[in-house]
């Protein structure tokens, strides 16, 4: 089971960071990502992360201002948001798949979704 938290208003130019609490014991065995969705758009991929936490891929519209991490001792996924922008106004929902990827994975290959955070961003 997954908990997303930390989504709010912000500001365009602010940061936010997103939580991500993971019960059960395999929280390590998974492939970690981030997905949005913005009204009346379907979900998309925002990044992911490897089982480990050694390698983080990212989609082009957040590269460089997003960064995914993971605490697999506590069972805990971010995402810390910089550099925010109006469009990045969405529902934000963690995933993890057990498959093995090293970049994009689509949403049809994720076992358990998070309940979404809002993320609002004001111009």
């Known amino acids: 089971q997954l908990q997303a938290s930390g989504g709010g208003l912000v500001q365009a130019g602010g940061s936010l960071r997103l939580s991500c609490a993971a019960s059960g014991d395999t929280f390590s065995s998974y492939t970690m990502g981030w997905f949005r969705q913005a009204p009346g758009k379907e979900r998309e991929f925002v990044g992911s992360?490897?089982?480990?936490?050694?390698?983080?891929y990212y989609a082009d519209s957040v590269k460089g201002r997003f960064t995914i991490s993971r605490d697999n001792a506590k069972k805990m996924l971010s995402l810390h948001m910089n550099s925010l922008k109006p469009e990045d106004t969405a529902v934000y929902y963690c995933a993890a798949t057990g498959a093995l990827f090293y970049s994009q994975f689509p949403a049809a290959r994720v076992d358990y979704w998070g309940k979404g955070t809002l993320v609002t961003v004001s111009s």
């Open positions: 992360i490897t089982r480990s936490g050694g390698f983080q």
